[in-house]
């Protein structure tokens, strides 16, 4: 097979031998499932930085280095009718993220509003399955995550916030709702990673050396990025005169959420790793918010309303050599259709990590490109 050549899988077959790999790497079935579901949506939706392309180096390799735990054990170290907080001990990101913005749901659905805070968790996946956990529940969700250093404030260049997702969803009368899921970063590590697979030049001013300059070259920025000598610049950009300052504000905001209401890591402590240079478990924090809309309104009426602005926006006056305005979510929803029907694309990198993530685990499967 030609090595520039990409291949299709469908949605199927990815999730089913994800849902293997975790298995036998030691996580239960039913959570093993969780976390296939979490990241397949990301492939579903076009999000090629957070789905299969992890599943290898985020996941099964931190459980081989044990820093993170198989058995997922959650804990619930505070709890209100409106608010909890939770304890993960390190175990799978995503089935703590789901019972999180699921116990969220439900006290938003007896109460109106339903806040979890959560401590000592991994990596969840895309911020946008859980906010999309309350749209379909005719709620307005939000989350965010702290992560590894990344982030260098405005006039710094040392990688102090991590990327820190705020995301938001909620349900209108459209095919799909409004979900806006991005890092607080102009771009995030997963991006970058894809760019170093597929060896393509990153664009200038995502990345930052130690005096500022921009970096295009993913491979120096991932290795910068984990030895301190790179940084992510915060939406808007270096500097402040595309107001950078606002993303390195949004970025605070939701590392601050994910650490102080639940007595949980921050900043430099998320690392994942020791003064003696040795892997240790991340301990992220995140927040899960769900607001029940019929609590204010009817939910048809708000429904009827979001798709009007958001109908009005996309019919608005376009640029010049421009077709088309999207909103949040719209592509995604249009990635879903496409890869519906072509299946997921995988390039070379991509397949040679699940070979060899199936191989050291002698996970029972056999791909369709083989």
């Known amino acids: 097979m030609a090595e520039h050549t990409i291949t299709y899988a469908s949605f199927a077959e990815m999730r089913e031998f994800m849902r293997l790999a975790f298995i036998a790497v030691g996580v239960p079935e039913a959570e093993a499932a969780v976390c296939a579901d979490v990241l397949i949506e990301s492939d579903k939706r ?79 996946g895309i911020a946008g399955y859980y ?31 991590g990327t820190n997702p705020l995301t938001i969803g909620f349900p209108t009368d459209e095919d799909f709702p409004f979900v806006i899921d991005c890092a607080t970063s102009i771009t995030q590590r997963g991006k970058i990673e894809h760019y170093a697979r597929i060896n393509k030049t990153m664009p200038s001013g995502w990345v930052i050396d130690q005096k500022g300059r921009a970096v295009t070259d993913p491979q120096i920025a991932l290795a910068g990025l984990v030895d301190g000598t790179c940084a992510l610049t915060p939406v808007g950009g270096i ?75 996309r019919a608005s006056k376009k640029a010049e050599g421009q077709s088309r305005i999207y909103t949040a979510g719209e592509k995604e929803y249009l990635a879903f259709l496409e890869r519906s029907r072509t299946g997921i694309p995988l390039n070379p990198a991509v397949r040679a990590s699940l070979e060899a993530a199936r191989n050291e685990w002698k996970v029972p499967h056999k791909f369709s490109w083989e």
């Open 239 to 313: 500097g402040e005169e595309l107001a950078g300052y606002k993303g390195y504000g949004w970025a605070t905001v939701v590392e601050v959420l994910s650490a102080a209401l639940q007595g949980g890591s921050f900043l430099k402590t998320l690392t994942g790793m020791g003064a003696d240079g040795t892997l240790r478990p991340y301990h992220l924090g995140h927040w899960f918010l769900a607001i029940k809309i019929e609590a204010f309104t009817d939910p048809s009426a708000f429904k009827k309303t979001a798709g009007d602005i958001l109908r009005e926006l």
């Open 46 to 124: 076009g999000i090629d930085s957070h789905g299969v392309g992890r599943l290898k180096p985020i996941y099964l390799d931190r459980i081989k280095e044990g820093i993170q735990q198989v058995n997922t054990r959650f804990e619930i170290v505070r709890e209100t009718p409106t608010t909890a907080v939770i304890d993960g001990h390190d175990g799978m990101g995503h089935v703590i993220g789901t019972r999180s913005m699921q116990m969220a749901i439900d006290k938003a659905a007896a109460c109106g509003l339903g806040m979890v805070a959560v401590r000592n968790s991994t990596h969840y």
């Open 131 to 161: 906010a999309l956990m309350a749209a379909k529940n005719d709620m307005i969700g939000f989350t965010g995550t702290n992560a590894r250093p990344s982030i260098a404030p405005t006039f710094g260049v040392e990688n102090m916030l």
